[in-house]
């Protein structure tokens, strides 16, 4: 496991084990935490979703107009370095299907000014990154 995403995955991992669904938004390239994740997360269905899909595995869909037979019963809906003007959005997609949500910016980079307040910070090892836990 990459030592740059196996803090984050573990986290995940750790606490998203018993999850039917996890969906990762905004997946560009990178696939290597998704992969991390369907290998340890078997049971776990993860769906990868990009606005410009990098290959097959990725499911295109823009989430200012989101398809919502994709982020129906998630457990978790996550992105990792989601540019700013597009985490309220991310958030928003969450609180509609009652899904926790992990937002990972950029470590440059803060949260939205307006999901300060309704994301916790949370570091877990060497990795930091903002959390939205659901109302169940």
Same mark, same amino acid.
């Given at each position: 496991m990459?030592?740059?995403?196996?803090?984050? $995955?573990?986290?995940?991992?750790?606490?998203y084990?018993?999850?039917?669904?996890?969906?990762e938004? #905004?997946v560009? %390239?990178?696939l290597?935490?998704?992969?991390?994740?369907?290998?340890?997360?078997?049971?776990? /269905?993860?769906k !990868?979703? &990009?606005?410009?899909?990098?290959?097959?595995?990725?499911?295109? &869909?823009d989430?200012?107009?989101? $398809?919502?037979i994709?982020?129906?019963? +998630? &457990?978790?809906?996550?992105s990792? =370095?989601?540019? /700013?003007?597009?985490?309220?959005d991310?958030?928003?997609? #969450? !609180? @509609?299907?009652?899904s926790?949500?992990?937002?990972?910016?950029?470590? $440059?980079e803060?949260?939205?000014?307006?999901l300060q307040t %309704?994301?916790? !910070?949370?570091?877990? @090892? %060497?990795? +930091?990154?903002?959390?939205? @836990? =659901? =109302?169940?």
């Amino acid at each position: 496991m990459s030592s740059i995403w196996s803090n984050f $995955t573990e986290y995940i991992i750790d606490n998203y084990h018993d999850s039917k669904k996890i969906v990762e938004i #905004g997946v560009g %390239k990178v696939l290597e935490p998704s992969n991390i994740l369907k290998e340890e997360l078997p049971n776990t /269905e993860i769906k !990868l979703v &990009d606005i410009y899909p990098s290959n097959d595995s990725v499911i295109e &869909d823009d989430i200012t107009k989101p $398809t919502p037979i994709i982020y129906e019963n +998630a &457990d978790l809906i996550y992105s990792i =370095r989601p540019p /700013e003007e597009l985490q309220k959005d991310i958030f928003n997609l #969450g !609180l @509609k299907y009652n899904s926790d949500i992990i937002i990972k910016p950029l470590f $440059t980079e803060e949260i939205n000014y307006n999901l300060q307040t %309704k994301l916790n !910070l949370v570091n877990h @090892k %060497k990795t +930091a990154f903002y959390l939205y @836990k =659901r =109302r169940i």
